[in-house]
T-cell receptor, first 114, second 115 residues
Framework: AQTVTQSQPEMSVQEAETVTLSCTYDTSESNYYLFWYKQPPSRQMILVIRQEAYKQQNATENRFSVNFQKAAKSFSLKISDSQLGDTAMYFCAFITGANSKLTFGKGITLSVRP | EPEVTQTPSHQVTQMGQEVILRCVPISNHLYFYWYRQILGQKVEFLVSFYNNEISEKSEIFDDQFSVERPDGSNFTLKIRSTKLEDSAMYFC?????????????FGPGTRLLVL
């Protein structure tokens, strides 16, 4: 079975500082993709960043970057220069090359303090 | 930037009634999905749809659910006889052909409340 684990239920960070959100996953597949989605209070799901498992280079999107450790099956999200608008629920998600469904973690609530 | 849209944003219905949730995927996308999120829980996959047929579905997607692409732009989820436990946020998503096919873009969701 494929699972995604986000063990931290919530985190808090001071505005302008850096925060890292953890995620681990489990799969026997070798071809897969990992994502972080952001869900603000409006509850819309917004794609933050994606990582292909076959790529060794960590993905980066502006202030967002990932630390992908394939052997450890770890996929953490780093948010630099945190902004108040980053306050949201963050979901780690995973999809294999063989199927079409995203498997989500439980999410982590991030609060950015002014 | 193109977006997935969903209507209605909120729907309240009585138990046993039929509801249809509507989605307009991004125009050049060919893969369509429905997910749901019960309040306080994780997002769960319901169904994926490609080339006018279901390509994958979850255990949740039983006979009371159906999907349809009635025209070139809309993608609908029908719940035939709603139950209290169907109360959830329903998300539509879409993805395009090619190497980015696995990247799914979500709509804003429809909040369904069954009384």
């Amino acid at each position: 079975a494929q699972t995604v684990t986000q063990s931290q239920p919530e985190m808090s960070v001071q505005e302008a500082e850096t925060v890292t959100l953890s995620c681990t996953y489990d799969t026997s597949e070798s071809n897969y993709y990992l994502f972080w989605y952001k869900q603000p209070p409006s509850r819309q799901m917004i794609l933050v960043i994606r990582q292909e498992a076959y790529k060794q280079q960590n993905a980066t999107e502006n202030r967002f970057s990932v630390n992908f450790q394939k052997a450890a099956k770890s996929f953490s999200l780093k948010i630099s220069d945190s902004q108040l608008g980053d306050t949201a629920m963050y979901f780690c998600a995973f999809i294999t090359g063989a199927n079409s469904k995203l498997t989500f973690g439980k999410g982590i609530t991030l609060s950015v303090r002014p | 930037e193109p977006e997935v849209t969903q209507t209605p944003s909120h729907q309240v219905t009585q138990m046993g009634q039929e509801v249809i949730l509507r989605c307009v995927p991004i125009s050049n996308h060919l893969y369509f999905y429905w997910y749901r999120q019960i309040l306080g829980q994780k997002v769960e996959f319901l169904v994926s749809f490609y080339n006018n047929e279901i390509s994958e579905k979850s255990e949740i997607f039983d006979d009371q659910f159906s999907v349809e692409r009635p025209d070139g732009s809309n993608f609908t989820l029908k719940i035939r006889s709603t139950k209290l436990e169907d109360s959830a946020m329903y998300f539509c998503a879409s993805s395009q052909e090619g190497p980015v096919r696995k990247t799914q873009y979500f709509g804003p969701g429809t909040r369904l409340l069954v009384l």
